[in-house]
């Protein structure tokens, strides 16, 4: 699957289908900081539910994107935002 991933990340419409992802999670952030919703905890698990669910999805298909490492091998450092 992998390997499928990091093919598919090299064709420009790939770029679209991860920007989906971060505008679910942004939908997702701006639904919970609603004050209609503020007191309705059903309404602000869910919304936090979604956003987690995208937040995971977006970093395995990075993570499948990314060179295999070779065993031992540690991760590249992340840059400072």
């Known amino acids: 699957m992998a390997a499928n991933l990091r093919s598919l990340a090299s064709e420009p419409r790939f770029a679209a289908v ?4 971060r505008r679910q999670k ?17 309404c602000l698990a869910h919304a936090a539910g979604v956003r987690y669910g995208m937040i995971e999805l977006e970093g395995r298909i990075k ?3 990314e060179a295999p490492r070779k065993r031992g091998q540690q991760p590249p450092e992340k840059p400072e935002e």
Do not use: R, T, W, Y
């Open 63 to 65: 993570e499948a994107c």
């Open 26 to 42: 942004e939908l997702a952030s701006d639904g919970a900081a609603q004050l209609k919703f503020a007191g309705n905890h059903g």
């Open 18 to 21: 991860v920007e989906l992802i």
